[in-house]
């Protein structure tokens, strides 16, 4: 079924264009984390000689560890776009944020904030952009735990106008508005009419 739904999105073939030579290794991984839900990659032995996966071989830990390292940001930005323009132009992109607890003391984007789980403890914000009609994400971007929702919409636009999208539509929720970013918006659609890039620039915020 995963390897069904791989080819039907396009997924294995994107990692494969970005990630030749792991490409493999990164989709067995996602299918132990999805069937493992909460289990470590410590489990992955274990799992792999019971189970069908792209890899179709064992994955210890120093080999996880390694190959998560190998994942650059202009490989992780390369798949984000051809992903992103799978999307349809007439589909609105809902973003939102959910915060992850932790324990950690040592990463540094681990923060004490405003936790949507409520939990007493630090986070690390994760910012997530998917299709309103297609239900799939294709942008996501770490975050300090102490940042806010209203504070995050800069660095989405930035991004947004890296990965050449095109003509965008956003919808937010009532947490991403303020003044500032209404502005922003208004501004990112102005100069893109202005350069004569109008595909580049239409960027909608609905608060609701």
């Known amino acids: 079924m995963f390897d069904s739904i791989g080819e039907i999105l396009a997924i294995t073939a994107d990692l494969k264009t970005c990630f030749p030579q792991q490409y493999k290794q990164i989709l067995s991984i996602a299918y132990f984390l999805i069937l493992e839900d909460r289990n ?3 489990r992955f032995p274990k799992w792999d000689r019971t189970h069908m996966h792209p890899y179709g071989k064992n994955i210890p830990s120093q080999r996880s560890s390694d190959l998560f390292s190998s994942i650059t940001a202009e ?3 390369h798949f984000f776009r051809l992903q992103g323009k799978r999307r349809s132009e007439n589909e609105y992109w809902a973003y939102d944020t959910t915060s992850i607890s ?6 540094k984007q681990v923060k004490y904030g ?3 789980d409520h939990d007493p403890l630090p986070q690390i914000n994760l910012a997530l952009l998917f299709g ?3 239900n799939l994400p294709f942008y996501y971007r770490k975050l ?3 940042i806010t929702d209203v504070k995050t919409v800069k660095n989405l636009l930035s991004d947004i106008a890296l990965l050449d999208f095109g003509k965008v539509k956003l919808v937010m929720d009532r947490g991403f508005y303020s003044a500032e970013n209404i502005n922003c918006l ?3 659609h102005s100069q893109a009419r202005s350069r004569g890039y109008r595909r580049k620039g239409l960027w909608v915020l609905c608060p609701y």
Do not use: D, V
């Not at 932790?102 to 990463?107: A, I, N, P, Q, W």
């Open 75 to 77: 490989g992780k930005e």
């Open 102 to 107: 932790s324990y950690s003391e040592s990463l």
């Open 144 to 146: 300090a735990g102490n």
């Open 186 to 188: 208004y501004q990112g």
């Open 114 to 116: 405003h936790n949507k």
């Open 40 to 42: 470590p990659l410590s």
């Open 132 to 134: 309103e009609e297609s």
